[in-house]
């Protein structure tokens, strides 16, 4: 159109048209707030460090008596029923139910001395999510900025893609989901524009779908070119509303969540059926198997980091995802490690078969550990004769690939599994570390939404975790 012809404005008729039936007849908009500003971004340029990374976080809590630092030796009501088993590493063992993760123990780096003073589930997730302490407010748009947050505002990614994607799966008959209460998930001060897309879909149903990424029943590609018109003359008059920087916000969210609906890759990304009926087998048909495999599809197709919170999966008068207050031994033997040891060794595998884990990190952790004596009381909830209750003071956090060094366990717990014997890690020197192996430049600073300045993470990497 000519500079100097201006735009038809827009009739009532199209309004209520545009306002009916949803402008995109999506929510899209809100979910790639996250890539909107990228080229505006306070960018660090990445030099070194992993291209992407997979965080699957184990939400409740597991014990770390039952996983990765057994103590056969301890007294009865301590060690538990578990038993060690050797790994394809001399002198390194872990849980009999990590069969799997054993013989790929070379590719794992297991710090055995994670330790923060949080015994509440909501507030003991910023520690490990962001490396700092919760904030006072209990807000959590006062929170810390999580990685992929850090990522997004850094303008990593590759569109039409969202920059950080967060799986939590929201099961049937599934009991309230602390979870999505719990802080240091999303961007805090930095602003909503570097949250995460969240998908709450289960990907282990044959229905699954992200439904912001494929056009709803009755609209066609007519009305969405037709949309496209619109939104088009709608643009070229919202520049015109200087005042209100959000409106151009907004603009440029539909604009992209157009790109995104035409592109090939965006429709393909969550589209599990794509993978052979083999691979999804290995990953497992469960909400966190194939919500792993999902991950994998899209750092492969260039999201930079994508969160894997472990769902609860519904089932009544068990555990509730790994806070085993009780049926301890059972849960962890039955529901948990079985299938958290399937999903997380063959990940690993399926990376290295696609050339991608020396550029892909993952970390396997939860917000704290359980605790030492079976039955001992150590938060408002308490434990079972069967169970163990929080448990922050020691804990244990595995990475792998992305410039780790595998084959090692870094730091060690006393003998009763209670509290750090030698190299403590508090959450600050193991964001450092991330944040590393990412190739976000240390002392980095960024700014919260009142522009002021903060040092996104003022701790040390730890070397000898770093190859």
Known sequence: MPSHISPPLLTRRDTVRAGTVGLLGMSLPRLLEAQAAANEAAAAAQTHGAKACILLFMWGGPSQLETWDLKPNAPAEVRGEFQPIATNVPGIQIGEYFPKLAQRTDKLAII???????????????????????????????????????????????????????????????????????????????????????????????????????????????????????????????????????????????????????????RSAFDLTDEPDEMR???????????????????????????????????????????????????????????????????????????????TLVIWSGEFGRTPKIGQRNSDAGAGADGRDHWPNVFSSVLAGGGVRGGQVYGSSDRYAAYPASDAVNPVDFAATVYELLGVPGGLELRDNLNRPFAICPGQPIRELIA
């Open 112 to 266: 055995r001395s994670m330790t923060h003073p949080n015994v509440d589930h909501l507030t003991a997730t910023h520690y490990v999510l962001t490396g700092k302490m919760p904030p006072p407010s209990g807000n959590i748009q006062d929170d810390w900025p999580t990685y992929g947050s850090v990522l997004s505002k850094l303008g990593r990614g590759t569109p039409p893609l969202p920059p950080f994607v967060s799986m939590r799966p929201k099961l049937e008959n599934t009991v309230p989901r602390f979870v999505e209460q719990s802080h240091g998930q999303f961007a805090g001060w930095l602003g909503p524009t570097w949250d995460p897309l969240t998908i709450d879909a289960n990907p282990a149903m044959p229905d699954y779908r992200i439904g912001d990424f494929v056009l709803q029943d009755g609209v066609t590609q007519r009305r969405m070119d037709e949309r496209q018109s619109l939104l088009g003359r709608f643009e070229s008059q919202l520049s015109q509303l200087e005042t209100d920087g959000r409106l151009g916000v907004m603009s440029r969210h539909y604009s992209r969540a157009f790109d995104l609906l035409a592109s090939a890759v965006g």
């Open 281 to 359: 087998d290995r990953y497992g048909h469960n909400p966190h198997g194939q919500s792993v495999l999902q991950a994998r599809r899209l750092v492969e197709r260039g999201v930079p980091l994508v969160t894997v919170f472990w769902p609860n999966d519904g089932i009544k008068n068990v555990s509730v995802y790994w806070d085993t207050h009780s049926r301890n031994f059972i849960d962890h033997r039955e529901r948990l490690m079985p299938v958290a040891d399937q999903a997380f060794s063959t990940l690993l595998d399926d990376l290295e078969e696609r050339g991608m884990l020396d550029e």
